[in-house]
C-alpha cells in the first residue's frame, strides 16, 4: 500500500507557471513507474506524462516542449513543472504510481488557467 499527497495546483494566468508535487508514503524501491493524469470537465481522464525506469519519459503530444516530469532521488516525491500554461489545460490533475500491478492514486488537485 502506498498514499499519494498532491500540492501545488491553483488559478493562474495564460502564459503562466505552476509546479505540481506528489509525495509518496514510502520511497519506491526498485522499478518505478509514476506519471500525471487529468481530467477536464466533462471529459475522459486523459495521460498527461510519465516517467518509468522500463519506458523512460513520456508526454502527450499537447504538453511537450512546456511540462517537465521528475522524481527525486529517494523516489518519494515526483513532481510536474508546468509552463506556458494555456486555458486546455484546465482541469484536476491526478498523480499515480504503479506497484506490482496495481495503480495507486493522489485526491487530484485543481489546476486552472485563466485570465
Known amino acids: 500500500q502506498v498514499q499519494l499527497v498532491e500540492s501545488g495546483g491553483g488559478l493562474v494566468q495564460p502564459g503562466g507557471s505552476l509546479k505540481l508535487s506528489c509525495a509518496a508514503s514510502?520511497?519506491?524501491?526498485?522499478?518505478?513507474?509514476m506519471g500525471w493524469w487529468r481530467q477536464a470537465p466533462g471529459k475522459q481522464r486523459e495521460f498527461v506524462a510519465r516517467i518509468s525506469d522500463g519506458v523512460g519519459i513520456t508526454y502527450r503530444n499537447s504538453v511537450k516542449g512546456r511540462f517537465t516530469i521528475s522524481m527525486d532521488n529517494p523516489k518519494t516525491t515526483e513532481y510536474l513543472q508546468m509552463n506556458n500554461l494555456k486555458p486546455e489545460d484546465t482541469a484536476v490533475y491526478y498523480c499515480?504510481?504503479?506497484?506490482?500491478?496495481?495503480?495507486?492514486w493522489g485526491q487530484g488537485t485543481q489546476v486552472t488557467v485563466s485570465s
Open positions: 499515480y504510481v504503479l506497484i506490482s500491478g496495481t495503480m495507486y
Open positions: 514510502r520511497s519506491l524501491s526498485g522499478t518505478y513507474d
